[in-house]
């Protein structure tokens, strides 16, 4: 091994689980951590809904490299035929939804617990005081934000709003024909993670293999709403966890 390899793997978070964001389209990982999988999220309860600008993973549907910064990641594959109509900003930026508009995408994230909780602000509200060290679940879906409330998704009929399916915490709606979910180890993201500072928490991932799309305008009706979540802005993005020894292997 090269020096410069050396200092390379030194570098890394090697006393950490496996982490995320990841190419999905790779099954490579060197990372044996293992910890329990969450089950379905039907058996949890939803405790966080939150997005990212642009895709955090990257994936057959979502693999056109934006830049390396806490803006950067991931953006979907159809970006350049949207239509100018689809780009028009009915808000003109001014919408209660920061940080997104019409041809941005973002990457949803809705995080569910085994702890019995109420679903609320951050990723807090997944555990509670009797609940340190729950299993946790993120079903994650990629979107191309367009102006198109006639054939886009609805994003509140995708939110909570106090649904409940059989005792648990629900979305109203999680995508279903985007492809079959990659299911696999990680941790959190975010921006405050990279592959020289990890994540701690342990994590079973579930991301849709495509894009699709969604309505700038329900992004903001949400935000207008007083979503539960106290989310009015899209976050910020963690860089491809790219290091194999940080990687879980994909089944």
């Given at each position: 091994m090269s020096d410069a390899m050396k200092e390379t793997v030194?570098?890394?978070?090697?006393?950490?689980?496996?982490?995320?964001?990841?190419?999905?389209?790779?099954?490579?990982?060197?990372?044996?951590?293992?910890?329990?999988?969450?089950?379905?999220?039907?058996e949890l309860n939803l405790c966080n809904i939150h997005t990212h600008t642009n895709a955090e993973h990257k994936g057959p549907g979502f693999s056109v490299f934006v830049n390396d910064t806490d803006?950067?990641?991931?953006?979907?594959?159809?970006?350049?035929?949207?239509?100018d109509f689809e780009l028009m900003d009915p808000y003109q930026g001014l919408g209660a939804y920061k940080g997104?508009?019409?041809?941005?995408?973002?990457?949803?994230?809705?995080?569910?617990?085994?702890?019995?909780?109420?679903?609320?602000?951050?990723?807090?509200?997944?555990?509670?005081?009797?609940?340190?060290?729950?299993?946790?679940?993120v079903e994650a879906q990629v979107f191309l934000v367009v102006n198109d409330p006639e054939n886009a998704l609805d994003f509140t009929k995708m939110a909570y709003g106090g649904n409940m399916v059989d005792g648990k915490h629900q979305a109203?709606?999680?995508?279903?024909?985007t492809g079959t979910p990659v299911i696999f180890r990680g941790?959190?993201?975010?921006?405050?993670?990279?592959?020289?500072?990890?994540?701690?928490?342990?994590?079973t991932w579930s991301v849709r293999p495509s894009c699709a799309r969604v309505d700038i305008s329900s992004l903001h009706r949400w935000a207008e709403s007083?979503?539960?979540?106290?989310?009015?802005k899209s976050h910020g993005v963690r860089q491809l966890v790219t290091a194999p020894e940080l990687l879980s292997p994909i089944e």
């Open positions: 030194a570098e890394l978070c090697l006393d950490a689980g496996p982490q995320t964001p990841r190419d999905i389209s790779s099954k490579i990982g060197l990372n044996t951590v293992e910890f329990t999988m969450a089950p379905e999220a039907s803006s950067g990641g991931y953006a979907c594959n159809d970006t350049d035929t949207l239509t997104v508009k019409p041809g941005d995408t973002i990457e949803v994230h809705w995080v569910h617990t085994s702890c019995d909780i109420t679903p609320g602000e951050g990723l807090g509200s997944c555990l509670s005081e009797t609940c340190t060290d729950p299993l946790l679940r109203k709606m999680i995508p279903s024909d941790s959190t993201t975010g921006p405050s993670y990279d592959q020289s500072t990890c994540s701690a928490l342990s994590v007083g979503n539960v979540f106290n989310e009015t």
